[in-house]
Structures are given as structure tokens and as C-alpha cells.
């Protein structure tokens, strides 16, 4: 299968994110100057669930940071809805491999605190509650609203950190694998969750991952990186699966295993 039978078309509405000749290398005390990322150019259109793979230290989460306005571009630029990212914004939610809640607040209160600094509405203490509650629903967490994060498992408190992403409405969700540090059961657990959640509540979502098979479950579009140094996106996937989505049909379809097999040979060279 080439990659080019794979890449649909693109729709010439105006991407949400636009990465234009993106290139960015980090000093090495041995190499001196590495680029890190080549030449990078994609396009990503609202609505869409993409999922970027590819071998680790190729540069993955640099792409994320950048998108991120965490990390500057050296060469080229990238943009939201057309304006440049420079910094840090709210329209781009962050969800991160290891959750990041105040560990004195529950669950509830860790949700409430990012809505209370969002300057664009100012909510009483009673619609804070059940803004924060019904972001918890979603991520099938009410019964745990007032848990500290001390009282969560790790499942958990990665379901809060997605619910508190969620809540803030950011434009573009930013996932750097989010589930990576979970055991397999809960792991798929939360890929189930999180494909309702994309399936119900339609938002832009871009996320890193090592797992093919969540990439398979969960995306619209697979960027396969290259190795570095100077990694590149090699292959640009369009999954072909309907929505909503069923785990068993999707498995059991013929394209799904030929996906499989190209997405695990261009990662592992085989
Ligand atoms: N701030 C930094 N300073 C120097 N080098 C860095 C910095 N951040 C990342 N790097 C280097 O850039 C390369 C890519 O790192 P990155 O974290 O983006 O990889 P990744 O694809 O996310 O890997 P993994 O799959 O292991 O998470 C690595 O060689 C890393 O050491
Ligand atoms: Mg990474």
C-alpha cells in the first residue's frame, strides 16, 4: 500500500492549524547545533482527531510544544485559526502523559480553579460547580468529584486532567500520549471514553501516541514521523472508518488490518 493511495484529498476551507516550513534543533554539548524537526508542513482542519506516531525521540512532543506556543519554531510558523502561535493560549488545551492536578484540591476544585482563571467569563461559585460536575460526567467521574488526586488512580486523575482541558473549550485539544502511563485494561478503557467523547462533543483534537491501535481507533488522520535526526512526517493516513465508531466491526475489517500492517512496518522498518 503507498502512502499516496492512502491521503484524501484536502478541503480548501482554512485550517484551524497550519504548520508552514517548520524546522527546530536544540544545541548538543557533543554535535553542537542537531535539528531536530525538518522541514514540516501540515494542515489540520477543525473537527478533525489527528494522531501523530512515529519512533521515540524523533520529535514528537517538540511538535506538540510548538503547537503548543511551549516551544518557538526556528524557521517557519504556525498558526491557529490564521494567527501566528507565539505563546501559550486558551483556545489550545494541554493534556499531558503525566497528570498535572494540585494534589490539595479534588477533583471538583482542580476543575473549578482552571475555569476561575479564564478571563473571558466570569461565573458565580454555583455555575463553577456545575460546569466543573458536568465536565466530570463526561469523563464518567462524578462519583469521584471530591477526591483528591492522592485518593485517584492514575486512570483517574488522567480523566480529571482531560475533563479540565475539556471545560476550558479550547479550539484545538494538544494530547501528548495521554494514556501512556496506564496499565493496558484502563488504557483501553479511556481510548473508549475518549472516542465518545470526540465522537459527541466534535473538537479538534491532536494527539501523540505510541499505541497503532489507538491511532487506528480514535483518528481521522495518521501523521507518521520519520527517525531523526531531522525527522520528518513521512506518511500522511487518512483512516477510513465511519463514525461512531464500534471497536469489534472496526477490527474485523479487512482495511483495518491493512492499515495495521503498514502503520507497524513504516514504524519499525519491516
Ligand atoms: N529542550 C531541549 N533541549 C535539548 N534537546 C531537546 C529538548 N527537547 C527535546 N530535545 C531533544 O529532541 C529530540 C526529540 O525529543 P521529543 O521529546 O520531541 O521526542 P519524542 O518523539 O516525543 O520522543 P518520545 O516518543 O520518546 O516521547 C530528542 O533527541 C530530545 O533529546
Ligand atoms: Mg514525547
Known amino acids: 500500500m503507498s502512502a499516496e493511495t492512502l491521503t484524501a484529498e ?15 534543533g536544540f544545541p548538543d554539548r557533543k554535535k553542537g547545533f542537531q535539528r531536530i524537526v525538518g522541514t514540516t508542513d501540515v494542515d489540520i482542519d477543525e ?5 501523530i506516531i512515529g519512533p521515540s525521540g524523533c520529535g514528537k512532543s517538540t511538535i506538540l510544544k510548538m503547537i503548543a506556543g511551549l516551544e518557538s519554531v526556528d524557521e517557519g510558523s504556525i498558526s491557529l485559526a490564521g494567527e501566528p502561535i507565539t505563546e501559550p493560549s486558551r483556545e489550545l488545551g494541554i493534556v499531558f502523559q503525566q497528570h498535572v492536578l494540585l494534589p490539595w484540591m479534588s477533583a471538583r476544585q482542580n476543575v473549578i480553579f482552571a475555569l476561575e482563571t479564564d478571563p473571558r467569563q466570569k461565573r458565580s461559585k454555583q455555575e463553577l460547580e456545575s460546569l466543573a460536575d458536568e465536565y466530570l460526567e463526561l469523563v464518567n467521574l462524578s462519583h469521584a468529584a471530591d477526591r483528591r488526586p492522592t485518593q485517584l488512580s492514575g486512570g483517574m486523575q488522567q480523566r480529571v486532567g482531560i475533563a479540565r482541558a475539556f471545560a476550558l473549550e479550547p479550539k484545538v485539544m494538544l494530547l501528548d500520549e495521554p494514556l501512556g502511563a496506564l496499565d493496558a485494561l484502563t488504557r483501553h478503557e479511556l481510548q473508549l471514553q475518549l472516542l465518545e467523547l470526540c465522537e459527541q462533543h466534535k473538537r479538534t483534537f491532536i494527539m501523540v501516541t505510541h499505541d497503532v491501535d489507538e491511532a487506528l481507533l480514535l483518528s ?3 501523521l507518521v514521523m520519520g527517525a531523526g535526526p531531522e525527522a520528518r512526517i513521512v506518511h500522511d493516513i487518512t483512516v477510513p472508518f465511519s463514525r461512531p465508531r464500534d471497536v469489534e466491526n472496526l477490527e474485523q475489517d479487512p482495511k483495518h488490518h491493512e492499515l495495521r500492517s503498514f502503520l507497524l512496518s513504516s514504524l519499525t522498518g519491516h
Open 10 to 24: 484536502r478541503t480548501s476551507t482554512e485550517p484551524v492549524v497550519k504548520l508552514q516550513g517548520i524546522t527546530k
Open 47 to 51: 473537527g478533525e482527531f489527528i494522531t
Open 220 to 222: 481521522d488522520r495518521i
